[in-house]
């Protein structure tokens, strides 16, 4: 199916957030976006994100425990995207497609697999409109990382913007999009985002997150628990590189205050991303930062101790920092319906500009 022109899209992420969904409306011919559209997050109850958390590193496919709860995730997107269309005052017609990514479960390129669930055909019987899903599956198949994705919307969205420029999306697991004066991409994953950050506080106190980055704060950063996270082969792989959230833990930090474990857990994210940078074949002149882990005040703080050049949340630059991730998919969703490239070699590895994702129509046709 190849459409021609400019879509209407809304794009629905959840990726490796356990917070819940981020959906968004975007216009894009899948080459240049013309407008931008209304943007809300549908959060989880923590029934809910028991239920993922119970999938988190296992292969699901197969599993008849990850098709109920994919069909239970894909039914709460269904309602994230009537909640959108109901504030825009818009409805199904007046939607090309959505592009859906579902959530992450379980990642192993090196191994040629990427699970995301979510059930596409569902979704697009239950809202009226076609859905593109399965984006990731393609570049694995080809030998590539899988991840990130969002890079080629970073360039999209940045072809005014003076560069070497460095988009630091801090979700789950962080990753970065450096973008070169040309245009060209290299992108991978740092390291944790915020996962380890969330799954501290709620070992020790029952929290969802470290809101306000308030424990972080208050807390000192334990040299030697950093050391250990640091620790790892991942960061001397040359990129691109993809990560599992599970692929690192809070083990180091098990024995430390939980205002200082909150603390080391930052500064291990922030470690991670300044590792990232002698990768890089040039230095940005300028870091934007979309995702969550913008809105903590200790790891902004903490980046901009470590980072010399400006780092600036992504509104700095005019974007919807909470909507960018479910933008991309709306994005690549049109890419995907005009056989355009979702991934290139420099930001997934893979071989040669690849294409993805499946069409599910309404009709089931």
């Not at 497609?97 to 055909?121: K, L, M, S, Y």
């Not at 500009?353 to 089931?364: A, F, S």
Request: proline residues 6%; aromatic residues 6%.
């Amino acid at each position: 199916m190849a459409e021609k022109g400019t879509q209407t899209a809304i794009g629905l992420m959840s990726g490796t957030s356990m917070d819940g969904i981020d959906a968004a409306l975007l216009q894009t011919d899948g080459e240049a976006v013309s407008g931008f559209g209304a943007a809300l997050s549908l959060t989880y109850t923590e029934d809910f994100r028991a239920k993922l958390r119970g999938l988190l590193g296992r292969d699901s496919e197969g599993d008849e425990d990850a098709t109920a709860v994919g069909e239970e995730l894909t039914d709460l997107h269904g309602e994230a995207v009537r909640a959108l269309l109901s504030e825009c005052g818009l409805g199904p017609s007046d939607i090309d497609v959505i592009g859906f990514h579902g959530h992450t479960v379980f990642h192993r390129p090196e191994q040629g697999i990427t699970r995301q669930i979510g059930d596409g055909g569902r979704l697009a019987k239950a809202t009226g409109i076609a859905v593109v899903d399965d984006f990731r599956a393609n570049d694995v198949a080809a030998g590539g990382q899988g991840a990130p994705f969002a890079p080629l919307y970073h360039a999209a969205l940045s072809r005014k913007f003076e560069k070497p420029l460095a988009v630091l999306n801090i979700g789950g697991v962080a990753n970065v999009t450096w973008i070169s004066p040309d245009g060209g991409l290299i992108a991978f994953d740092t390291g944790p985002g915020n996962a380890l950050i969330d799954d501290w506080v709620r070992a020790q106190e029952g929290l969802a997150m470290d809101e306000g980055g308030k424990l972080a704060h208050q807390g000192t950063v334990n040299q030697a628990a950093l050391d250990a996270l640091m620790d790892n082969p991942y960061f001397d792989l040359p990129y691109p590189k993809s990560l599992d959230r599970e692929d690192f833990d809070i083990a180091p930090v098990a024995e430390l205050s939980t205002a200082d474990g909150a603390a080391t857990l930052v500064a291990f994210t922030v470690a991670s991303i300044d590792a990232a940078v002698h990768q890089f074949p040039a230095l940005p002149n300028r870091w934007l930062v979309c995702g969550g882990g913008r809105h903590n005040p200790a790891l902004m703080a903490a980046l901009r101790g470590l980072l010399p050049q400006p780092v600036e949340p992504a509104e700095m630059a005019g974007w919807q920092g909470d909507a960018l991730e479910a933008q991309a998919f709306a994005y690549l969703a049109v890419r995907s319906l005009q056989g355009l490239p979702l991934s290139l070699p420099g930001t997934t590895g893979v071989d040669q500009p690849t294409t993805g994702g499946v069409l599910h129509r309404p009709d089931g046709a």
